[in-house]
């Protein structure tokens, strides 16, 4: 923070502003930070629609929305937030990081990765823009079939959240492809696995989960698809079918979905915990296997969600050990980050504050989830507010509170200035207590019986103080949420200028200016431990701990050079770097495909003619554009 | 896989025409063997009817991925990248016909 | 030798850390997630087998007036001819199709040796076989007409299906066998086009052992989708 002065504030080069620089940028730490806006603009639309919800639910036999329209907002908040928030923010910071923490010039497949943004962004407003004429998706996020089949849901609703999740799906598995690849493929010389930063590796198991669980929704959603829109049978109860059976694939996906969305924020707070409290991540080898451990066991806890259909003692049994297990690795991480900050010189910036959060709320909303793991328990709490309760102490005291720690932390990267620390502490105070009191009171009024989903309830039940308290709160959250865009926005153009590593870290990332060149390094560097730039500049810190240290002759590579500070300004082209060039092929291409598969829902409105005309113009339209795009030089 | 040579090897001794020329003989023959098994009605009747199948297949399957998709030949990593997913999805599968009671009870 | 033409190829494109190719990494990825794709509807296949509360049946005749099945037709004595519905399943037009599938995927392999031996000279008394065999056009046509060829087998067992009384929403059989089926055909369609693309680029400019890698990764797609429909062909047609 010392040196920030001697820096230039960061300017932004000529070529690389205007609208058509950011719709044909192929560079990952543009695209990073398109996810993030892209997001950040969803977490308004979610937090909304869960304080209408919460207004609504403030007193007994409120009338501020239908029941309708509550059945819309529960659905789209989930909805929102788990596919149009949680994950892009990850995204965001997948794209923007892992490269720089690698040290590689970009991903594997640049123009996959603005394929990947813009599936994004058109299939999230696909889905997001029907609320506004209340015909939203209304069937839960989870969408239940055979309750979401036509004879139950006839309107449009579900339609769009069908495809909606289809077309998401599709960009999840391609940037899912492309990072997988690039962190195998793309490591700087001496990057070993054992050498990767915490947040790539948590990166990197998320992303198998991506490709291994995402299918089975797809299949899951096809079926639903087909049975709305070509007569199939697959959830046709008087047919044969089996009511379980979307249950059952749905959770297939959607338990280690529930890691997609926390392992990047566990990554996160892996970054900042060690950083401020200036000594080395305790136990790295067993964060890694633990991280793993969580990810394969994640697929083995599925029917934890189902305990009330009745599978039988045995199923029960099963499903209820493994989830006692694998609280098991989530456990160690919460011992090892408690461990890394004992006996370091904690700082407690913003940052900070927020992972020190994510430690404590996990850890609550972890708990109520092992109580979940017992079935008679779970018989008691399912689908109640206890329930709410548990997720949301994982999913924002965890997932976000994460999130804001890494948005604190790696805000001076990607835009050359600090956020406001005074500012950062007032977010981060309003924050922590709108949201226990938000959701700790929820506890009380799941375990005094009141459901999820209901859209007003009765005086008298016991309920009405814990129902003032959570919406109250949740008032505080809006509060607290604009403040954080206030100092985002205000630092954004105003904030103490950054320098190459505001916070003395010790990882590759912070070794290059910030915001970094389009090529991120000038010369690629040779890493020798976990830790290149502390052993560079901060030896004291990882004295007398193993962190995979090596000698430079050791690790030599053909085109590499040792651990330096870069301070290289010039051009790609000034350095002779071949960079890929910007198109707006992957945009067209996505475009085309959110059209086409959104364009379905034409099936019950316009004549069969019509609907199938459309759709193979579509198709077309794509196909041209995918073999444009394939049939263009990358660079 | 976290080799620093930027030319550690890929596929080297790739099997020939004539290696090739066996195994597809060998894919037809069992194919032939379950189609012919398939029309023994009291074969069908005997529980050794779905093992046999399930591991004449299972043959196939190893052969082609090992030898027509070389990765018997090829690098640990292709490896590792398709037999740990297999094994999920594997896995997942017997969890499935166990919860929907088609299998073990 | 081929590895060191495809090594060749490499030697322009940047520093990888496995000295492997990206696309071959993320198409290895594509296959691991494509197993999931296909257990998930196998499963589903199976999940429902015996389901379905009216026939036609995969594998059992079924009378349609008293909504009963019976091993034989003989077994549904008394019921009129035209409520009697064959069994579905084709083994012998199946059994075939498999057959083609099986051979495409030999002249797959052919394609990509042929690709990768074109820069070396012919022995000395080179007959037509070893001629044919450093053909790739001859060999990706070959490929694609088999590919071809089952899907044409697919759309004939289709239809007769439809003609025998069974679609896509008539019983739980229908929803799963089309579905299932019907996205297996999917994805050999897209491989018949994939390789389509690399006969027109090896018309265009000729496809040499610096191309090697870009048969490979489809040929290792295309193999997949035959190793699928070999667990297909016994999960589904054979097994009762």
Known sequence: MATTAAHAAPVASEENTGLWSWLSTVDHKRIGILYLYTALFFLVVGGLEATVMRTQLMKPNLTVVTAEQFNQLFTMHGTTMVFLVIMPLSAAFFNFLIPLQIGARDVAFPRLNAFSYWVYLFGGLFITLPILGWIAPNGGWFGYAPLTTRAYAPGLNIDFWVLGLQILGISSLAAAFNFITTIINMRAPGMTLMRMPMFTWMSFVVQFLVILAFPVITIALVFLQFDRFFGTQFYEIAAGADPLLWQHLFWVFGHPEVYILILPAFGLVSEVLPNFSKKPLFGYNVMVYSGIMIGFLGFGVWAHHMFAVGMGAVADTLFSLTTMLIAIPTGVKIFNWIFTMWGGQIRFASPMKFAIGLIAMFTIGGISGVMHSSPPSDLQQTDTYFVVAHFHYVLFGGAIMGIFSGIYFYFPKMTGRLMDEGLGTLHFWLNFIGLNLTFFPMHFSGMLGMPRRIYTYDAGQGWELFNMMSTMGTYLLVVSTLVFFYNFFKSRVSGQVAGNDPWEAPTLEWSIPSPPPDYNFAQIPVVTSRYPLWDLKHPEKTAGVDHSSASIEEVTGAHAVPMHEETERRTAKELGLPMPFPTIKPLFTALFMVLMIGGMVLKTLTPLSVFVATLITLAALMVGSLYAWLTSPLE | MSSNSAHSEEAHEHPTWSTYKWIALWLTLITVVEVWAYYIPAFVASNYFVPALLIMSAVKFTVVVMYYMHLKYDHALFRKLFVGPLIIAIATFFALMFVFRKMFQ | ?240
Request: aromatic share 12%; hydrophobic share 50%.
């Open chain 3, 1 to 240: 030798m081929a590895t060191d033409a495809a090594h060749d190829a490499h030697e322009h494109h940047h520093y990888t850390t496995t000295g492997l190719d990206h696309k071959k990494i993320a198409i290895w990825a594509f296959i691991g997630s494509e197993c999931m794709l296909f257990m998930s509807l196998i499963s589903t296949y199976l999940i429902y087998k015996g389901k379905s509360v009216v026939g036609p049946w995969p594998h059992e005749f079924w009378c349609k007036a008293t909504n009963t099945a019976a091993a034989t037709a003989e077994a549904l004595a008394g019921c009129p001819a035209d409520q009697i519905y064959k069994p579905i399943l084709n083994i012998p037009v199946t059994s075939a199709s498999t057959f083609v599938l099986l051979m495409s995927s030999l002249a797959m392999v052919l394609a990509l040796a042929a690709v990768e031996m074109k820069d070396q000279p012919l022995p000395a008394g080179a007959g037509l076989g070893d001629r044919m065999l450093r053909s790739s056009k001859l060999w990706l046509w070959m490929t694609a007409i088999l590919g071809a060829t089952f899907l044409g087998f697919q759309a004939y067992e289709f239809t007769s299906f439809v003609h025998e009384g069974l679609t896509i929403k008539t019983n739980l059989f229908g929803s799963s066998f089309f579905t299932l089926t019907g996205f297996h055909g999917a994805h050999v369609t897209a491989g018949v086009i994939w390789l389509l693309t690399l006969l027109a680029i090896d018309y265009k400019r000729g496809l040499g052992p610096k191309d090697a890698l870009k048969v490979d990764i489809a040929a290792l797609y295309w193999h997949f989708v035959d190793v699928v429909w070999i667990a297909i062909f016994t999960l589904i047609y054979l097994i009762q």
